[in-house]
């Protein structure tokens, strides 16, 4: 049974926006810290961000001020708002949902994933 799944994504040019969505379930939504990872070719996975129930978020040091995460209640989704893309921000992007939290080996439910592609 799939519990995340993520819509969005595609290739831009640099300066451009995307937006990722990452559907649900209920008890996923309400319950557990939910984020964004990416992975770029020969790099870690690296968490961009992340949100909890009551709204508080976190950012990577690397997309604060350009990427925007967000809750939808109405849709059990959270989404990731893009702007200001770069090059580097080049990577397969995952939607990740833990119930304690979204460090190392934390996550419990993973998305499919879907790319990303900055380039001129």
């Known amino acids: 049974q799939v519990q995340l799944v993520e819509s969005g994504g595609g290739a831009v040019q640099p300066g451009g926006s995307l937006r990722l969505s990452c559907a649900a379930s209920?008890?996923?939504?309400?319950?557990?810290?939910m984020g964004w990872y990416r992975q770029a070719p020969g790099k870690e996975r690296e968490l961009v961000a992340s949100?909890?129930?009551?709204?508080?978020?976190n950012y990577a040091d690397s997309v604060k001020g350009r990427f925007t995460i967000s809750r939808d209640n109405t849709k059990y989704a959270v989404s990731l708002q893009m702007n200001s893309l770069r090059p580097e921000d080049t990577a397969v992007y995952y939607c990740t949902a833990g119930r304690y939290g979204l460090g190392p080996g934390s996550s419990d439910y993973w998305g499919q994933g879907t790319q990303v592609t900055v380039s001129s």
């Open positions: 209920l008890y996923i939504f309400s319950r557990y810290y």
């Open positions: 949100i909890v129930s009551g709204g508080a978020v």
